[in-house]
């Protein structure tokens, strides 16, 4: 069974940057499509980036532009750079499993990591 760590969360202000990382065990990670994925307080988890194993993209419409996923398959790692953080981007981000770029997710999730944007 494929464990993911994430990390890398913290608090910024606004218009700062984070740079979360996904650890994942288990040799098939190299071949899933991944994503990340955000739950705010109150709200349903929702994705907001996926990755091929191949390397194709796509991003919600709310962080295109500002946010970038990347992959090293060969240290079973998935990340996200966001920059231009924005306090509607606070909430949970964990990474999981996709069966399909635009969702939905398969498998356990992490722990995730808290990400805070102040105003």
């Known amino acids: 069974q494929v464990q993911l760590v994430e990390s890398g969360g913290g608090l910024v202000q606004a218009g700062g940057s984070l740079r979360l990382s996904c650890v994942g065990s288990?040799?098939?990670?190299?071949?899933?499509?991944m994503g990340w994925f955000r739950q705010a307080p109150g709200k349903q988890r929702e994705l907001v980036a996926g990755?091929?194993?191949?390397?194709?993209?796509k991003y919600r419409d709310s962080v295109k532009g500002r946010f970038t996923i990347s992959r090293d398959n060969a240290k079973n790692t998935v990340f996200l750079q966001m920059n231009s953080l924005k306090p509607e981007d606070t909430g949970v981000y964990y990474c999981?499993?996709?069966?399909?770029?635009?969702?939905?997710?398969?498998?356990?999730w992490g722990q995730g990591t808290q990400v805070t944007v102040s105003s």
């Open positions: 999981n499993r996709l069966l399909a770029l635009d969702g939905p997710a398969w498998g356990s």
């Open positions: 990755i091929t194993s191949g390397g194709s993209t």
């Open positions: 288990g040799s098939i990670f190299s071949i899933n499509a």
